[in-house]
T-cell receptor, first 112, second 116 residues
Framework: EPEVTQTPSHQVTQMGQEVILRCVPI?????FYWYRQILGQKVEFLVS????????KSEIFDDQFSVERPDGSNFTLKIRSTKLEDSAMYFC??????????FGDGTRLSIL | DQQVKQNSPSLSVQEGRISILNCDYT??????FLWYKKYPAEGPTFLIS?????DKNEDGRFTVFLNKSAKHLSLHIVPSQPGDSAVYFC???????????????FGQGTRLTINP
């Protein structure tokens, strides 16, 4: 069964550094998402992406965050200058029209 | 943000019995509800969903019930098996909208333990 793939599984970065989290959505999916889960808290929506543009973003998704679909397969989340509070599990998800979202296994981001 | 709430952080059930997980929501604009199951070190895995035009949806051992007037949904697992031990998340979304955002709003999760 096709899966959403995320790399790396764990990323350790110094505060203030840029980080790029990568996702390969399921191939025939058209809608793409990033969520995060801070330890002990709920899974929170960050951003949705459709037709090569952001369709919705949350308050968390400020100017330090950006998303890109550089080619036909990858979907990336960039954090420009990381803060300690960006430490979390980041989940990518994708879906077809009128179908549920399917999630990857996440990237654990640790900011030192 | 308490739009979706799962009030039981944990639930323990005997193998073979029924597990009932509950979820409440406050936003009346939600019209699509999902249950996800999550094992440690893995992402949420889709289990079952229900549209607001229905009050029940069944898939094998899993049944989701929706009570719109009470803004409440529940997931029934019967019979419960040891492999069902995981964290279960309730999630809700609004209509697909012009650009199909359909972001999910999650509950806090309920840790289900099935005892042999």
């Amino acid at each position: 069964e096709p899966e959403v793939t995320q790399t790396p599984s764990h990323q350790v970065t110094q505060m203030g550094q840029e980080v790029i989290l990568r996702c390969v959505p399921i191939s025939n999916h058209l809608y793409f998402y990033w969520y995060r889960q801070i330890l002990g808290q709920k899974v929170e929506f960050l951003v949705s992406f459709y037709n090569n543009e952001i369709s919705e973003k949350s308050e968390i998704f400020d100017d330090q965050f950006s998303v890109e679909r550089p080619d036909g397969s990858n979907f990336t989340l960039k954090i420009r200058s990381t803060k300690l509070e960006d430490s979390a599990m980041y989940f990518c998800a994708s879906r077809r029209s009128l179908s549920p979202q399917h999630f990857g296994d996440g990237t654990r981001l640790s900011i030192l | 943000d308490q739009q979706v709430k799962q009030n039981s952080p944990s639930l323990s059930v005997q193998e073979g019995r029924i597990s009932i997980l509950n979820c409440d929501y406050t936003n009346s604009m939600f019209d699509y509800f999902l249950w996800y199951k999550k094992y440690p070190a893995e992402g949420p895995t889709f289990l079952i969903s229900i549209s607001s035009i229905k009050d029940k949806n069944e898939d094998g051992r899993f049944t989701v019930f929706l009570n719109k007037s009470a803004k409440h949904l529940s997931l029934h697992i019967v019979p419960s098996q040891p492999g069902d031990s995981a964290v279960y998340f309730c999630a809700a979304s609004g209509q697909e909208g012009i650009q199909g955002a359909q972001k999910l709003v999650f509950g806090q999760g309920t840790r289900l333990t099935i005892n042999p």
